[in-house]
């Protein structure tokens, strides 16, 4: 079968055109070496099929460091419950579909059913499989703040405060003028727009490439001493200014430099780099099965916004952790009182994602320290990527889901791929409430 032809793919890419669900039937890295219609590159790597394989093999259009396992395995025996995946949801112009189903036919990887600490359900499509890394794009912003908390809890970051009070390289930038809080909630009003489809955007032309996540002719082969703007840190200071017309915290914009900037912050008041920060004080307390690694930029410092990478299950030992309230294997990984300030949102929380254009048709109540809230009440919020990376934390349900997909359209607003999947785990998270599942 001949390979869509670039402008196809970028209408798919874009949301115009659709693309074909379920199985992947266009030839993705075929024979050794691979045929060159079939050959993902740089420049393609988040194009659908392309990213079919891509996502789960990101370390070889990108470039990345470790983030080690460390100590005993946490095991997770299971699944316990398999005919959860035969359960039927309403699936748009589909009909009804099986929680399989759905989510195959709407681009995922890997679907993953956790219910205190029981795997109750987990299913592989296209080849992806329990011990295939993928890449989490955004949901990285939120594993980020994570770890951020213990040096607020530790009083050495005052949320109040301005970034550039640790980082003086800040001055004078967008980020000059904000509070850290404001960082954490993406309401910093700056001067710079998120933008994943416009090749002709700030987003396409400047920060993709400093980010090493997008593709420019020639911008991988830029030197340090040639480029004022190299790696990531150097657009924040030298790009990014003020909007005069949004006052700080009073809109919600969702804007990946914000969490690029926590990621800063860390390195530089921590005294490590990133990688070193997150394997210490986070990934090595998970009882990880496998290694993690995370893409770098174009300096080679780590991609705090979103270039995470792990398993499946280890995704879910995560988000287990968060759904405890910062607690694993008898352990107090995050202090409690900086998981639960995830749900504590406010009427000015609530009041910028109402106002949000973009967000106004999503089931979103608030996005708050980088984790996007459905229902404070229930506890019930996510961690979120583009191109449809999930993990899903209910704590009445006492339940944590994980996916991964390779979705063809990057945003999640507006996305039928992205709330389908999404509708179906709030539904099955609200039947576990009413009826536990089994030990």
Request: include cysteine; hydrophobic fraction near 45%.
């Amino acid at each position: 079968m001949k390979m869509l032809p670039f402008a196809a793919l970028l209408l798919v890419l874009v949301g115009v055109l659709p693309a074909a669900a379920g199985e992947v039937d266009v030839p993705v890295m075929v024979g050794v070496p691979p045929a060159r219609d079939s050959q993902v590159t740089m420049a393609n790597y988040r194009d659908y099929p392309m990213n079919v394989w891509a996502f789960r093999n990101a370390g070889a259009p990108l470039n990345v460091v470790m983030i080690p396992r460390e100590g005993d395995i946490y095991r997770l025996p299971g699944p316990l419950r398999p005919e959860l995946g035969e359960r039927l949801y309403a699936s748009g112009d589909a009909g009804e579909q099986t929680f399989d189903e759905l989510f195959q036919s709407n681009y995922a990887d890997g679907v993953l059913v956790m219910q205190g600490n029981r795997l109750l359900h987990e299913a592989y499509f296209n080849g992806f499989n329990g011990r295939s890394q993928h890449i989490w794009f955004s949901m990285t912003k939120s594993l980020v703040s994570t770890a951020f908390g213990l040096l607020v809890e530790q009083g050495k970051i005052d949320l109040a405060a301005s970034p550039a009070k640790y980082i003086p390289e800040l001055k004078g930038s967008g980020f000059e003028r904000v509070t850290i809080q404001q960082v954490l909630d993406h309401a910093t009003a700056i001067d710079f727009k998120e933008n994943y489809t416009d090749p002709d955007s700030e987003f396409f032309r400047f920060y993709a490439p400093a980010l090493n996540m997008g593709w420019l002719p020639g911008a991988a082969d830029v030197q340090p001493g040639d480029a004022e703007i190299y790696g990531v840190q150097d657009f924040l200071v030298k790009f990014i200014k003020p909007d005069p017309a949004v006052k700080p915290g009073e809109a919600f914009d969702y804007n990946s430099s914000n969490a690029d900037v926590l990621g800063w912050l860390i390195a530089r008041v921590s005294g490590q780099p990133l990688q070193d920060y997150l394997q210490e004080n986070l990934w090595s307390r998970l009882g990880a099965e496998h290694d993690a690694y995370i893409a770098v930029d174009r300096a080679y410092m780590p991609v705090a916004t979103g270039g995470m990478n792990s398993t499946l299950r280890d995704a879910a030992r995560f988000g287990m952790m968060i759904r405890d309230r910062g607690e694993f294997r008898g352990e107090q990984v995050i202090p409690a009182p900086w998981i639960d300030a995830i749900v504590e949102v406010n009427d000015q929380l609530r009041a910028n994602m109402a106002a949000n254009a973009k967000y106004q048709e999503e089931p979103w109540t608030a996005y708050h320290n980088m984790w996007w809230i459905l229902d404070e009440q229930a506890q019930e919020f996510c961690a979120v990527g583009i191109h449809g990376q999930v993990i899903y934390i209910n704590r009445s349900a006492d339940t944590v889901m994980v996916w991964f997909s390779s979705q063809p359209v990057a945003s999640a607003a507006r996305n039928p791929a992205f709330r389908a999947k999404l509708a179906a785990a709030r539904e099955l998270a609200a039947s576990l409430v009413r009826k536990p599942a089994l030990s």
